[in-house]
Nanobody
Framework: QVQLVESGGGLVQAGGSLRLSCAAS????????MGWFRQAPGKGREFVAS????????YYADSVKGRLTISRDNAENTVYLQMDGLKPEDTAVYYC???????????????WGQGTHVTVSS
């Protein structure tokens, strides 16, 4: 089992920044690709970004490219999502996810966190 705990959400004005963190425990963190998904009010959960076990490979949804940056610190068992230039449409619950395969993670990760709320006011 892998336990994932997100933090860093909150209320921010449009154009502002937030950094989300996801602390992992339970298994060897560096064995897992990590990712972020989000679910806006009234919508389905969507992929945001993912990062390979070593951090060399990243993928982003087109809607966040150039504004959101995923990174990881394997020594701290933590993955981050730096969010800059936030827009009201970024308002959502953000979920951390883990899977041994970065390809499978985007489709249906094995492990999920509980989510952290991000609200962007206009």
């Amino acid at each position: 089992q892998v336990q994932l705990v997100e933090s860093g959400g909150g209320l921010v004005q449009a154009g502002g920044s937030l950094r989300l963190s996801c602390a992992a425990s339970g298994r060897t963190f560096s064995d897992y690709a990590m990712g972020w998904f989000r679910q806006a009010p009234g919508k389905g959960r969507e992929f945001v970004a993912s990062i390979s076990w070593g951090g060399a490979t990243t993928y982003y949804a087109d809607s966040v490219k150039g504004r959101l940056t995923i990174s990881r610190d394997n020594a701290e068992n933590t993955v981050y999502l730096q969010m800059d230039g936030l827009k009201p449409e970024d308002t959502a619950v953000y979920y951390c996810a883990a899977d041994r395969s970065i390809g499978r993670l985007r489709i249906g990760p094995e492990y999920w966190g509980q989510g952290t709320h991000v609200t962007v006011s206009s």
